[in-house]
């Protein structure tokens, strides 16, 4: 019973923000690796951003770097990822992902994990 579900994707401004919602159920998302991925039109779904278990890791992929943060709220078992100075470059159909074991590193590699949300679209346009 192990489910992600997105949410908070929209249309936005270059330059603006928003704060996407993976919530949880079926495990902590203070225990599993968790991260965020992207897949623009017409490419392949790439790593954005990642925790190991626990939070003792993250990483975040060049191009989203000092302007998304990953982050989570184990009360309400969801994680988020928050988009400032968002790019037009940026619009993809964002998903969260989690594998269900303790993990000492995450991995931008979608072969790591093995259980996906059903994506949420950001649109990043004037």
């Known amino acids: 019973q192990l489910q992600l579900v997105e949410s908070g994707g929209g249309l936005v401004q270059p330059g603006g923000s928003l704060r996407l919602s993976c919530a949880a159920s079926?495990?902590?998302?203070?225990?599993?690796?968790i991260g965020w991925f992207r897949q623009a039109p017409g490419k392949e779904r790439e790593g954005v951003s990642c925790?190991?278990?626990?939070?003792?890791?993250?990483n975040y992929v060049d191009s989203v770097k000092g302007r998304f943060t990953i982050s989570r709220d184990a009360a309400k078992n969801t994680v988020y990822l928050q988009m400032n100075s968002l790019k037009p470059e940026d619009t993809a159909v964002y998903y969260c992902?989690?594998?269900?074991?303790?993990?000492?590193?995450?991995?931008?590699?979608?072969?790591?994990?093995?259980?996906w949300g059903q994506g949420t679209q950001v649109t990043v346009s004037s």
């Open positions: 079926g495990f902590s998302v203070d225990s599993f690796a």
């Open positions: 925790f190991s278990s626990g939070g003792l890791r993250t």
């Open positions: 992902a989690t594998v269900p074991r303790f993990e000492i590193y995450c991995s931008f590699s979608k072969s790591f994990y093995n259980a």
